[in-house]
């Protein structure tokens, strides 16, 4: 069997191997796993004898099915007997991804005293005293809670707050490692909104931000509002704004690869949940020309029935010709495809009929809305969220970043202006001597991003400057909309 699906260390396994020793066992194996469709990563002799050598061969493989199936081959050569086969993922997860650690050594009495008591009361005096002293002398400086009920999480649905864990310690081992932000997981084993209000208010103290992740909409929409205006510290639902942010600045290096802008383009937008709805809005105020928003029920438009609050604004100031069909006939003539949904939706056909130079944004995980190899055939710019394909969007460009400047400012709140300066530093970042249409977006691992977008979020806190470009829609319609919680 060659799997159709692309491998990825996501699915990674290590298998132990025993193979007689001769002079082409090993070359057997690596072959064997080719041609099973897997990509060999590395193998490594582990013992051996006169008759037999141990290898762990490590591959990329594309599922679970697709191991097992890798591993089955294998077993069914002459010669070779399977071990132990590892999943190098579950691997990693064993026991949790993240611990606390101290900064103080504790090495003698005399750190004790300071770091406890008796030394610690005249601190805790200092708050009671004037509590914005909080963010200088407690873990508040420089700690965000990452909250999810599990609702909504990745594209696995409503999986609960346990399940959730271990995206939840991945979001705090990335804020740690890009941003230098001491995070740490808060699942609630509740999905009611007046109680996950509650909740996040009652432990805020502890905070310096809040980080909401994986809940569904709309209810995320309400509880992102309330508690903005219930906390001094700012609340950032990364999988709206996060991803709203990385989307507008690989649509800014985009427009320059293609030679638009953006107030004569027309955007397609495939998912109209907490991440779509977040992009379109800051499209419309970065000033796109039209926007359709497509869900599942369709293209939403004005006179569609059984609308949602946030989909029924999002039809009354989305869709200037009101189109009412389906998803190609949407994109046909379209500059920009943004897919937030799910996978499979279009062909490459699909994409050819779409206007010149078009610009696809396809991030369904794992698999996007439309192949990209087929995509990258007619359109002239292609990004996915997946890391093995080029021009990745991914979040992890914006929230470290974005933290560590609304925490270095002590900043009370998330804006919207500090959105717009957050995706343009992400966009200068590439430069435009660097551009062309495989990089529109900087790397994950490129160690200037996350300082230019904390300087700009700083910039803003502090009044430096303002958003550049017009708004599409007036400020004052945009605040009326009940999802519009920047």
């Known amino acids: 069997m060659v799997t159709t699906r692309l491998p990825s260390a996501g699915f990674s396994i290590t298998i132990r191997i025993a193979v007689t020793a001769d002079a082409s066992s090993i070359g057997r194996l690596t072959t064997c796993v080719g041609e099973a469709g897997a990509i060999v990563t590395a193998l490594d002799v582990v013992d051996s004898d006169p008759t037999h050598v141990l290898v762990d061969l490590t591959c990329d493989t594309a599922d679970a099915a697709h191991a097992d199936q890798v591993v089955k081959q294998l077993e069914d050569q002459d010669g070779v007997d399977v071990r132990k086969v590892s999943d190098r993922t579950f691997l990693l997860h064993l026991g949790g991804k993240i611990e606390v650690s101290s900064k103080v050594a504790l090495r003698n009495r005399d750190e004790l005293s300071r770091a406890y008591t008796p030394g610690v009361a005249r601190v805790c005096m200092a708050i009671a005293e004037n509590p914005a002293d909080a963010r200088r002398l407690t873990i508040k400086r420089n700690t965000v809670a990452v909250v999810s009920d599990g609702s909504a999480v990745l594209g696995l649905g409503n999986i609960g707050p346990a399940a959730a864990m271990p995206v939840m310690e991945g979001k705090a081992a990335l804020f740690k490692r890009f941003g230098g932000v001491d995070a740490w997981p808060v699942v609630l084993d509740t999905q009611d909104t007046d109680e996950i209000v509650a909740i996040v208010k009652a432990i805020a103290p502890a905070y310096g931000g809040i980080n909401l992740e994986d809940i569904a909409a709309p209810r995320c929409f309400e509880i992102e509002a309330r508690l903005r205006e219930l906390l001094d510290i700012p609340v950032f639902h990364d999988d709206q704004h996060g991803t709203a942010i990385c989307v507008l600045a690989a649509l800014t290096n985009a427009m320059r690869v293609v030679g638009k802008r ?15 709805t977040a992009i379109m809005k800051l499209l419309m105020r970065q000033g796109v020309g039209d926007i359709i928003a497509y869900d599942r029920r369709g293209a939403l438009h004005r006179g569609m029935p059984g609308l949602n609050e946030s989909m029924q604004w999002l039809a ?42 078009a ?63 957050a995706a343009r530093a992400i966009a200068d970042v590439v430069g435009e001597d660097k551009l062309n249409p495989t990089v529109i977006i900087p790397s994950v691992f490129d160690q200037r991003v996350t300082p230019a977008v904390a300087a700009a979020i700083r910039a803003v806190v502090r009044g430096v400057h303002a958003p550049s470009n017009p708004a599409a829609v007036p400020e004052s319609e945009l605040d009326k909309a009940p999802e519009a919680t920047f």
């Open 359 to 421: 610009i696809v944004f396809a991030m369904a995980n794992p698999d996007p809305e439309v192949d990209p190899r087929e995509a990258r055939k007619h359109a002239a710019v292609v990004a996915t969220g997946r890391s093995d394909q080029p021009n990745q969007i991914n979040n992890v460009l914006a929230f470290p970043g974005v933290f560590r400047g609304l925490l270095d400012a002590g900043a009370e709140e998330f804006t919207e202006e500090m959105a717009l300066a």
């Open 316 to 357: 009354d100031h989305t869709n200037r010709e009101n189109y009412s069909g389906d998803l190609p006939g949407a994109i046909a003539g379209a500059d920009v495809f943004i897919g937030v949904s799910a996978p499979n939706l279009l062909t490459g056909d699909d994409i050819a009929r779409m206007a010149d130079r």
């Open 262 to 276: 953006m107030e004569d383009v027309k955007v397609v937008v495939s998912g109209a949940g907490a991440a779509g």
